[in-house]
């Protein structure tokens, strides 16, 4: 059983930052690429940045500059530090992980539940 948390949202005014963190636990043989996406109300899910188990990152361009993804594979936990946040930053930010459950399997991808984020003016 594979489980995937978000933890670190809040209301922030805009320019400030948030740092946001994806838990990924229980038995896995690999965890591979994980990315963060949000959606705002009324919008379809979008991507916001990945980072893969070989630490190449990437960001959509909204977000460059502002945004960095990390993570700490001995803690399994992939990190968003969003700064200089702005309204239309606003939105559920959920968590994507690609998950190896055994050495023969294929790649699953695991969501969290999400974290709200509000940035207000």
């Known amino acids: 059983q594979v489980q995937v948390v978000e933890s670190g949202g809040g209301l922030v005014q805009a320019g400030g930052s948030l740092r946001l963190s994806c838990a990924v636990s229980?038995?896995?043989?690999?965890?591979?690429?994980i990315g963060w996406y949000r959606q705002a109300p009324g919008t379809q899910r979008g991507l916001v940045a990945t980072i893969s188990d070989g630490d190449s990152r990437n960001y959509v361009d909204s977000v460059k500059g502002r945004f960095t993804i990390s993570r700490d594979n001995a803690k399994n936990t992939v990190f968003l530090q969003m700064n200089s946040l702005k309204r239309e930053d606003t939105a559920v930010y959920y968590c994507?992980?690609?998950?190896?459950?055994?050495?023969?399997?294929?790649?699953?991808?695991?969501w969290g539940q999400g974290t709200q984020v509000t940035v207000s003016s």
């Open positions: 229980g038995s896995a043989f690999a965890i591979g690429d």
């Open positions: 994507l992980a690609a998950v190896k459950i055994k050495s023969w399997t294929s790649w699953i991808g695991y």
